[in-house]
């Protein structure tokens, strides 16, 4: 990665992937309650998390093969989290009735 991107998408992307986790790992044990937001907030993370790595792959300081890789994955733990989500919205929704 050039540096002039290293120091500044680098380090936010970064920063993204940490706070995945911390968000996720926060979801594991929480309560049923609190769950959903710890599980929405963490796909509002890899939502940005892509969108920074597409910039970094137009500007051509991410090669395609790296870009590939990384999306692939991304995409992979966004569609881990909306089904995650998904159940916890459903789970809430029948035990309200």
Known sequence: ????????LGIKIDNLFIEII???SGALYTNKDE?????KTAIRKNDTLKLLLLILWETKSLDNKKYLILSEKIDEMGRMLGGWNGQIVKQNSSIKK
């Open 1 to 8: 990665m050039p540096k002039e991107h290293r120091f500044s």
């Open 22 to 24: 911390e968000f996720i």
């Open 35 to 39: 769950k959903i937001f710890y599980i």
